[in-house]
C-alpha cells in the first residue's frame, strides 16, 4: 500500500507559476500509475493529468494542456505538477493519486480509478 504527501501548494497571482510535488512511500513507486487531480469548492473531482509508470507517456485534460507539465521520478518516488500561465479558474485542491499499473486503465479520466490518495494542497490563484 502506498503513502502519498502532497506539497507546494500556495496562493499566486494570475499568470504565475507553482510547482507541487507529491512524495510516495510503502510500495514500489515504479509500479503505480500517477495523476492529479482537483477539485473547486461546490464542484466535482477532476481530472488534470496523468502519467505512465515509465514516465514516457502523459495526458492532459483540455484545460491545462500547454501550461501544466507532470513528471516522475522513479529513484526519488516523486511526482510533479509544474503549472505555468495560472488562472484563477485553476483554484482548487490539487491532489495526487496512484493506481497500481496492473490491471488498471491507462489513461483513466475517472478518480474512481485510483486507489491511493494523498490529503491535498490548496492552489488559490489570484486575479
Known amino acids: 500500500q502506498v503513502q502519498l504527501v502532497e506539497s507546494g501548494g500556495g496562493l499566486v497571482q494570475a499568470g504565475g507559476s507553482l510547482r507541487l510535488s507529491c512524495a510516495a512511500s510503502g510500495g514500489t513507486f515504479s509500479t503505480y500509475i500517477m495523476a492529479w487531480f482537483r477539485q473547486a469548492p461546490g464542484k466535482e473531482r477532476e481530472f488534470v493529468a496523468t502519467i505512465s509508470w515509465s514516465g514516457q507517456t502523459t495526458y492532459y485534460a483540455d484545460s491545462v494542456k500547454g501550461r501544466f507539465t507532470i513528471s516522475r521520478d522513479n529513484a526519488e518516488n516523486t511526482v510533479s505538477l509544474q503549472m505555468n500561465s495560472l488562472r484563477p479558474e485553476d483554484t482548487a485542491v490539487y491532489y495526487c493519486?496512484?493506481?497500481?499499473?496492473?490491471?488498471?486503465?491507462?489513461?483513466?479520466?475517472?478518480?474512481?480509478?485510483?486507489?491511493?490518495w494523498g490529503q491535498g494542497t490548496q492552489v488559490t490563484v489570484s486575479s
Open positions: 493519486a496512484a493506481d497500481w499499473v496492473y490491471g488498471s486503465n491507462f489513461p483513466d479520466y475517472s478518480w474512481l480509478g485510483y486507489d491511493y
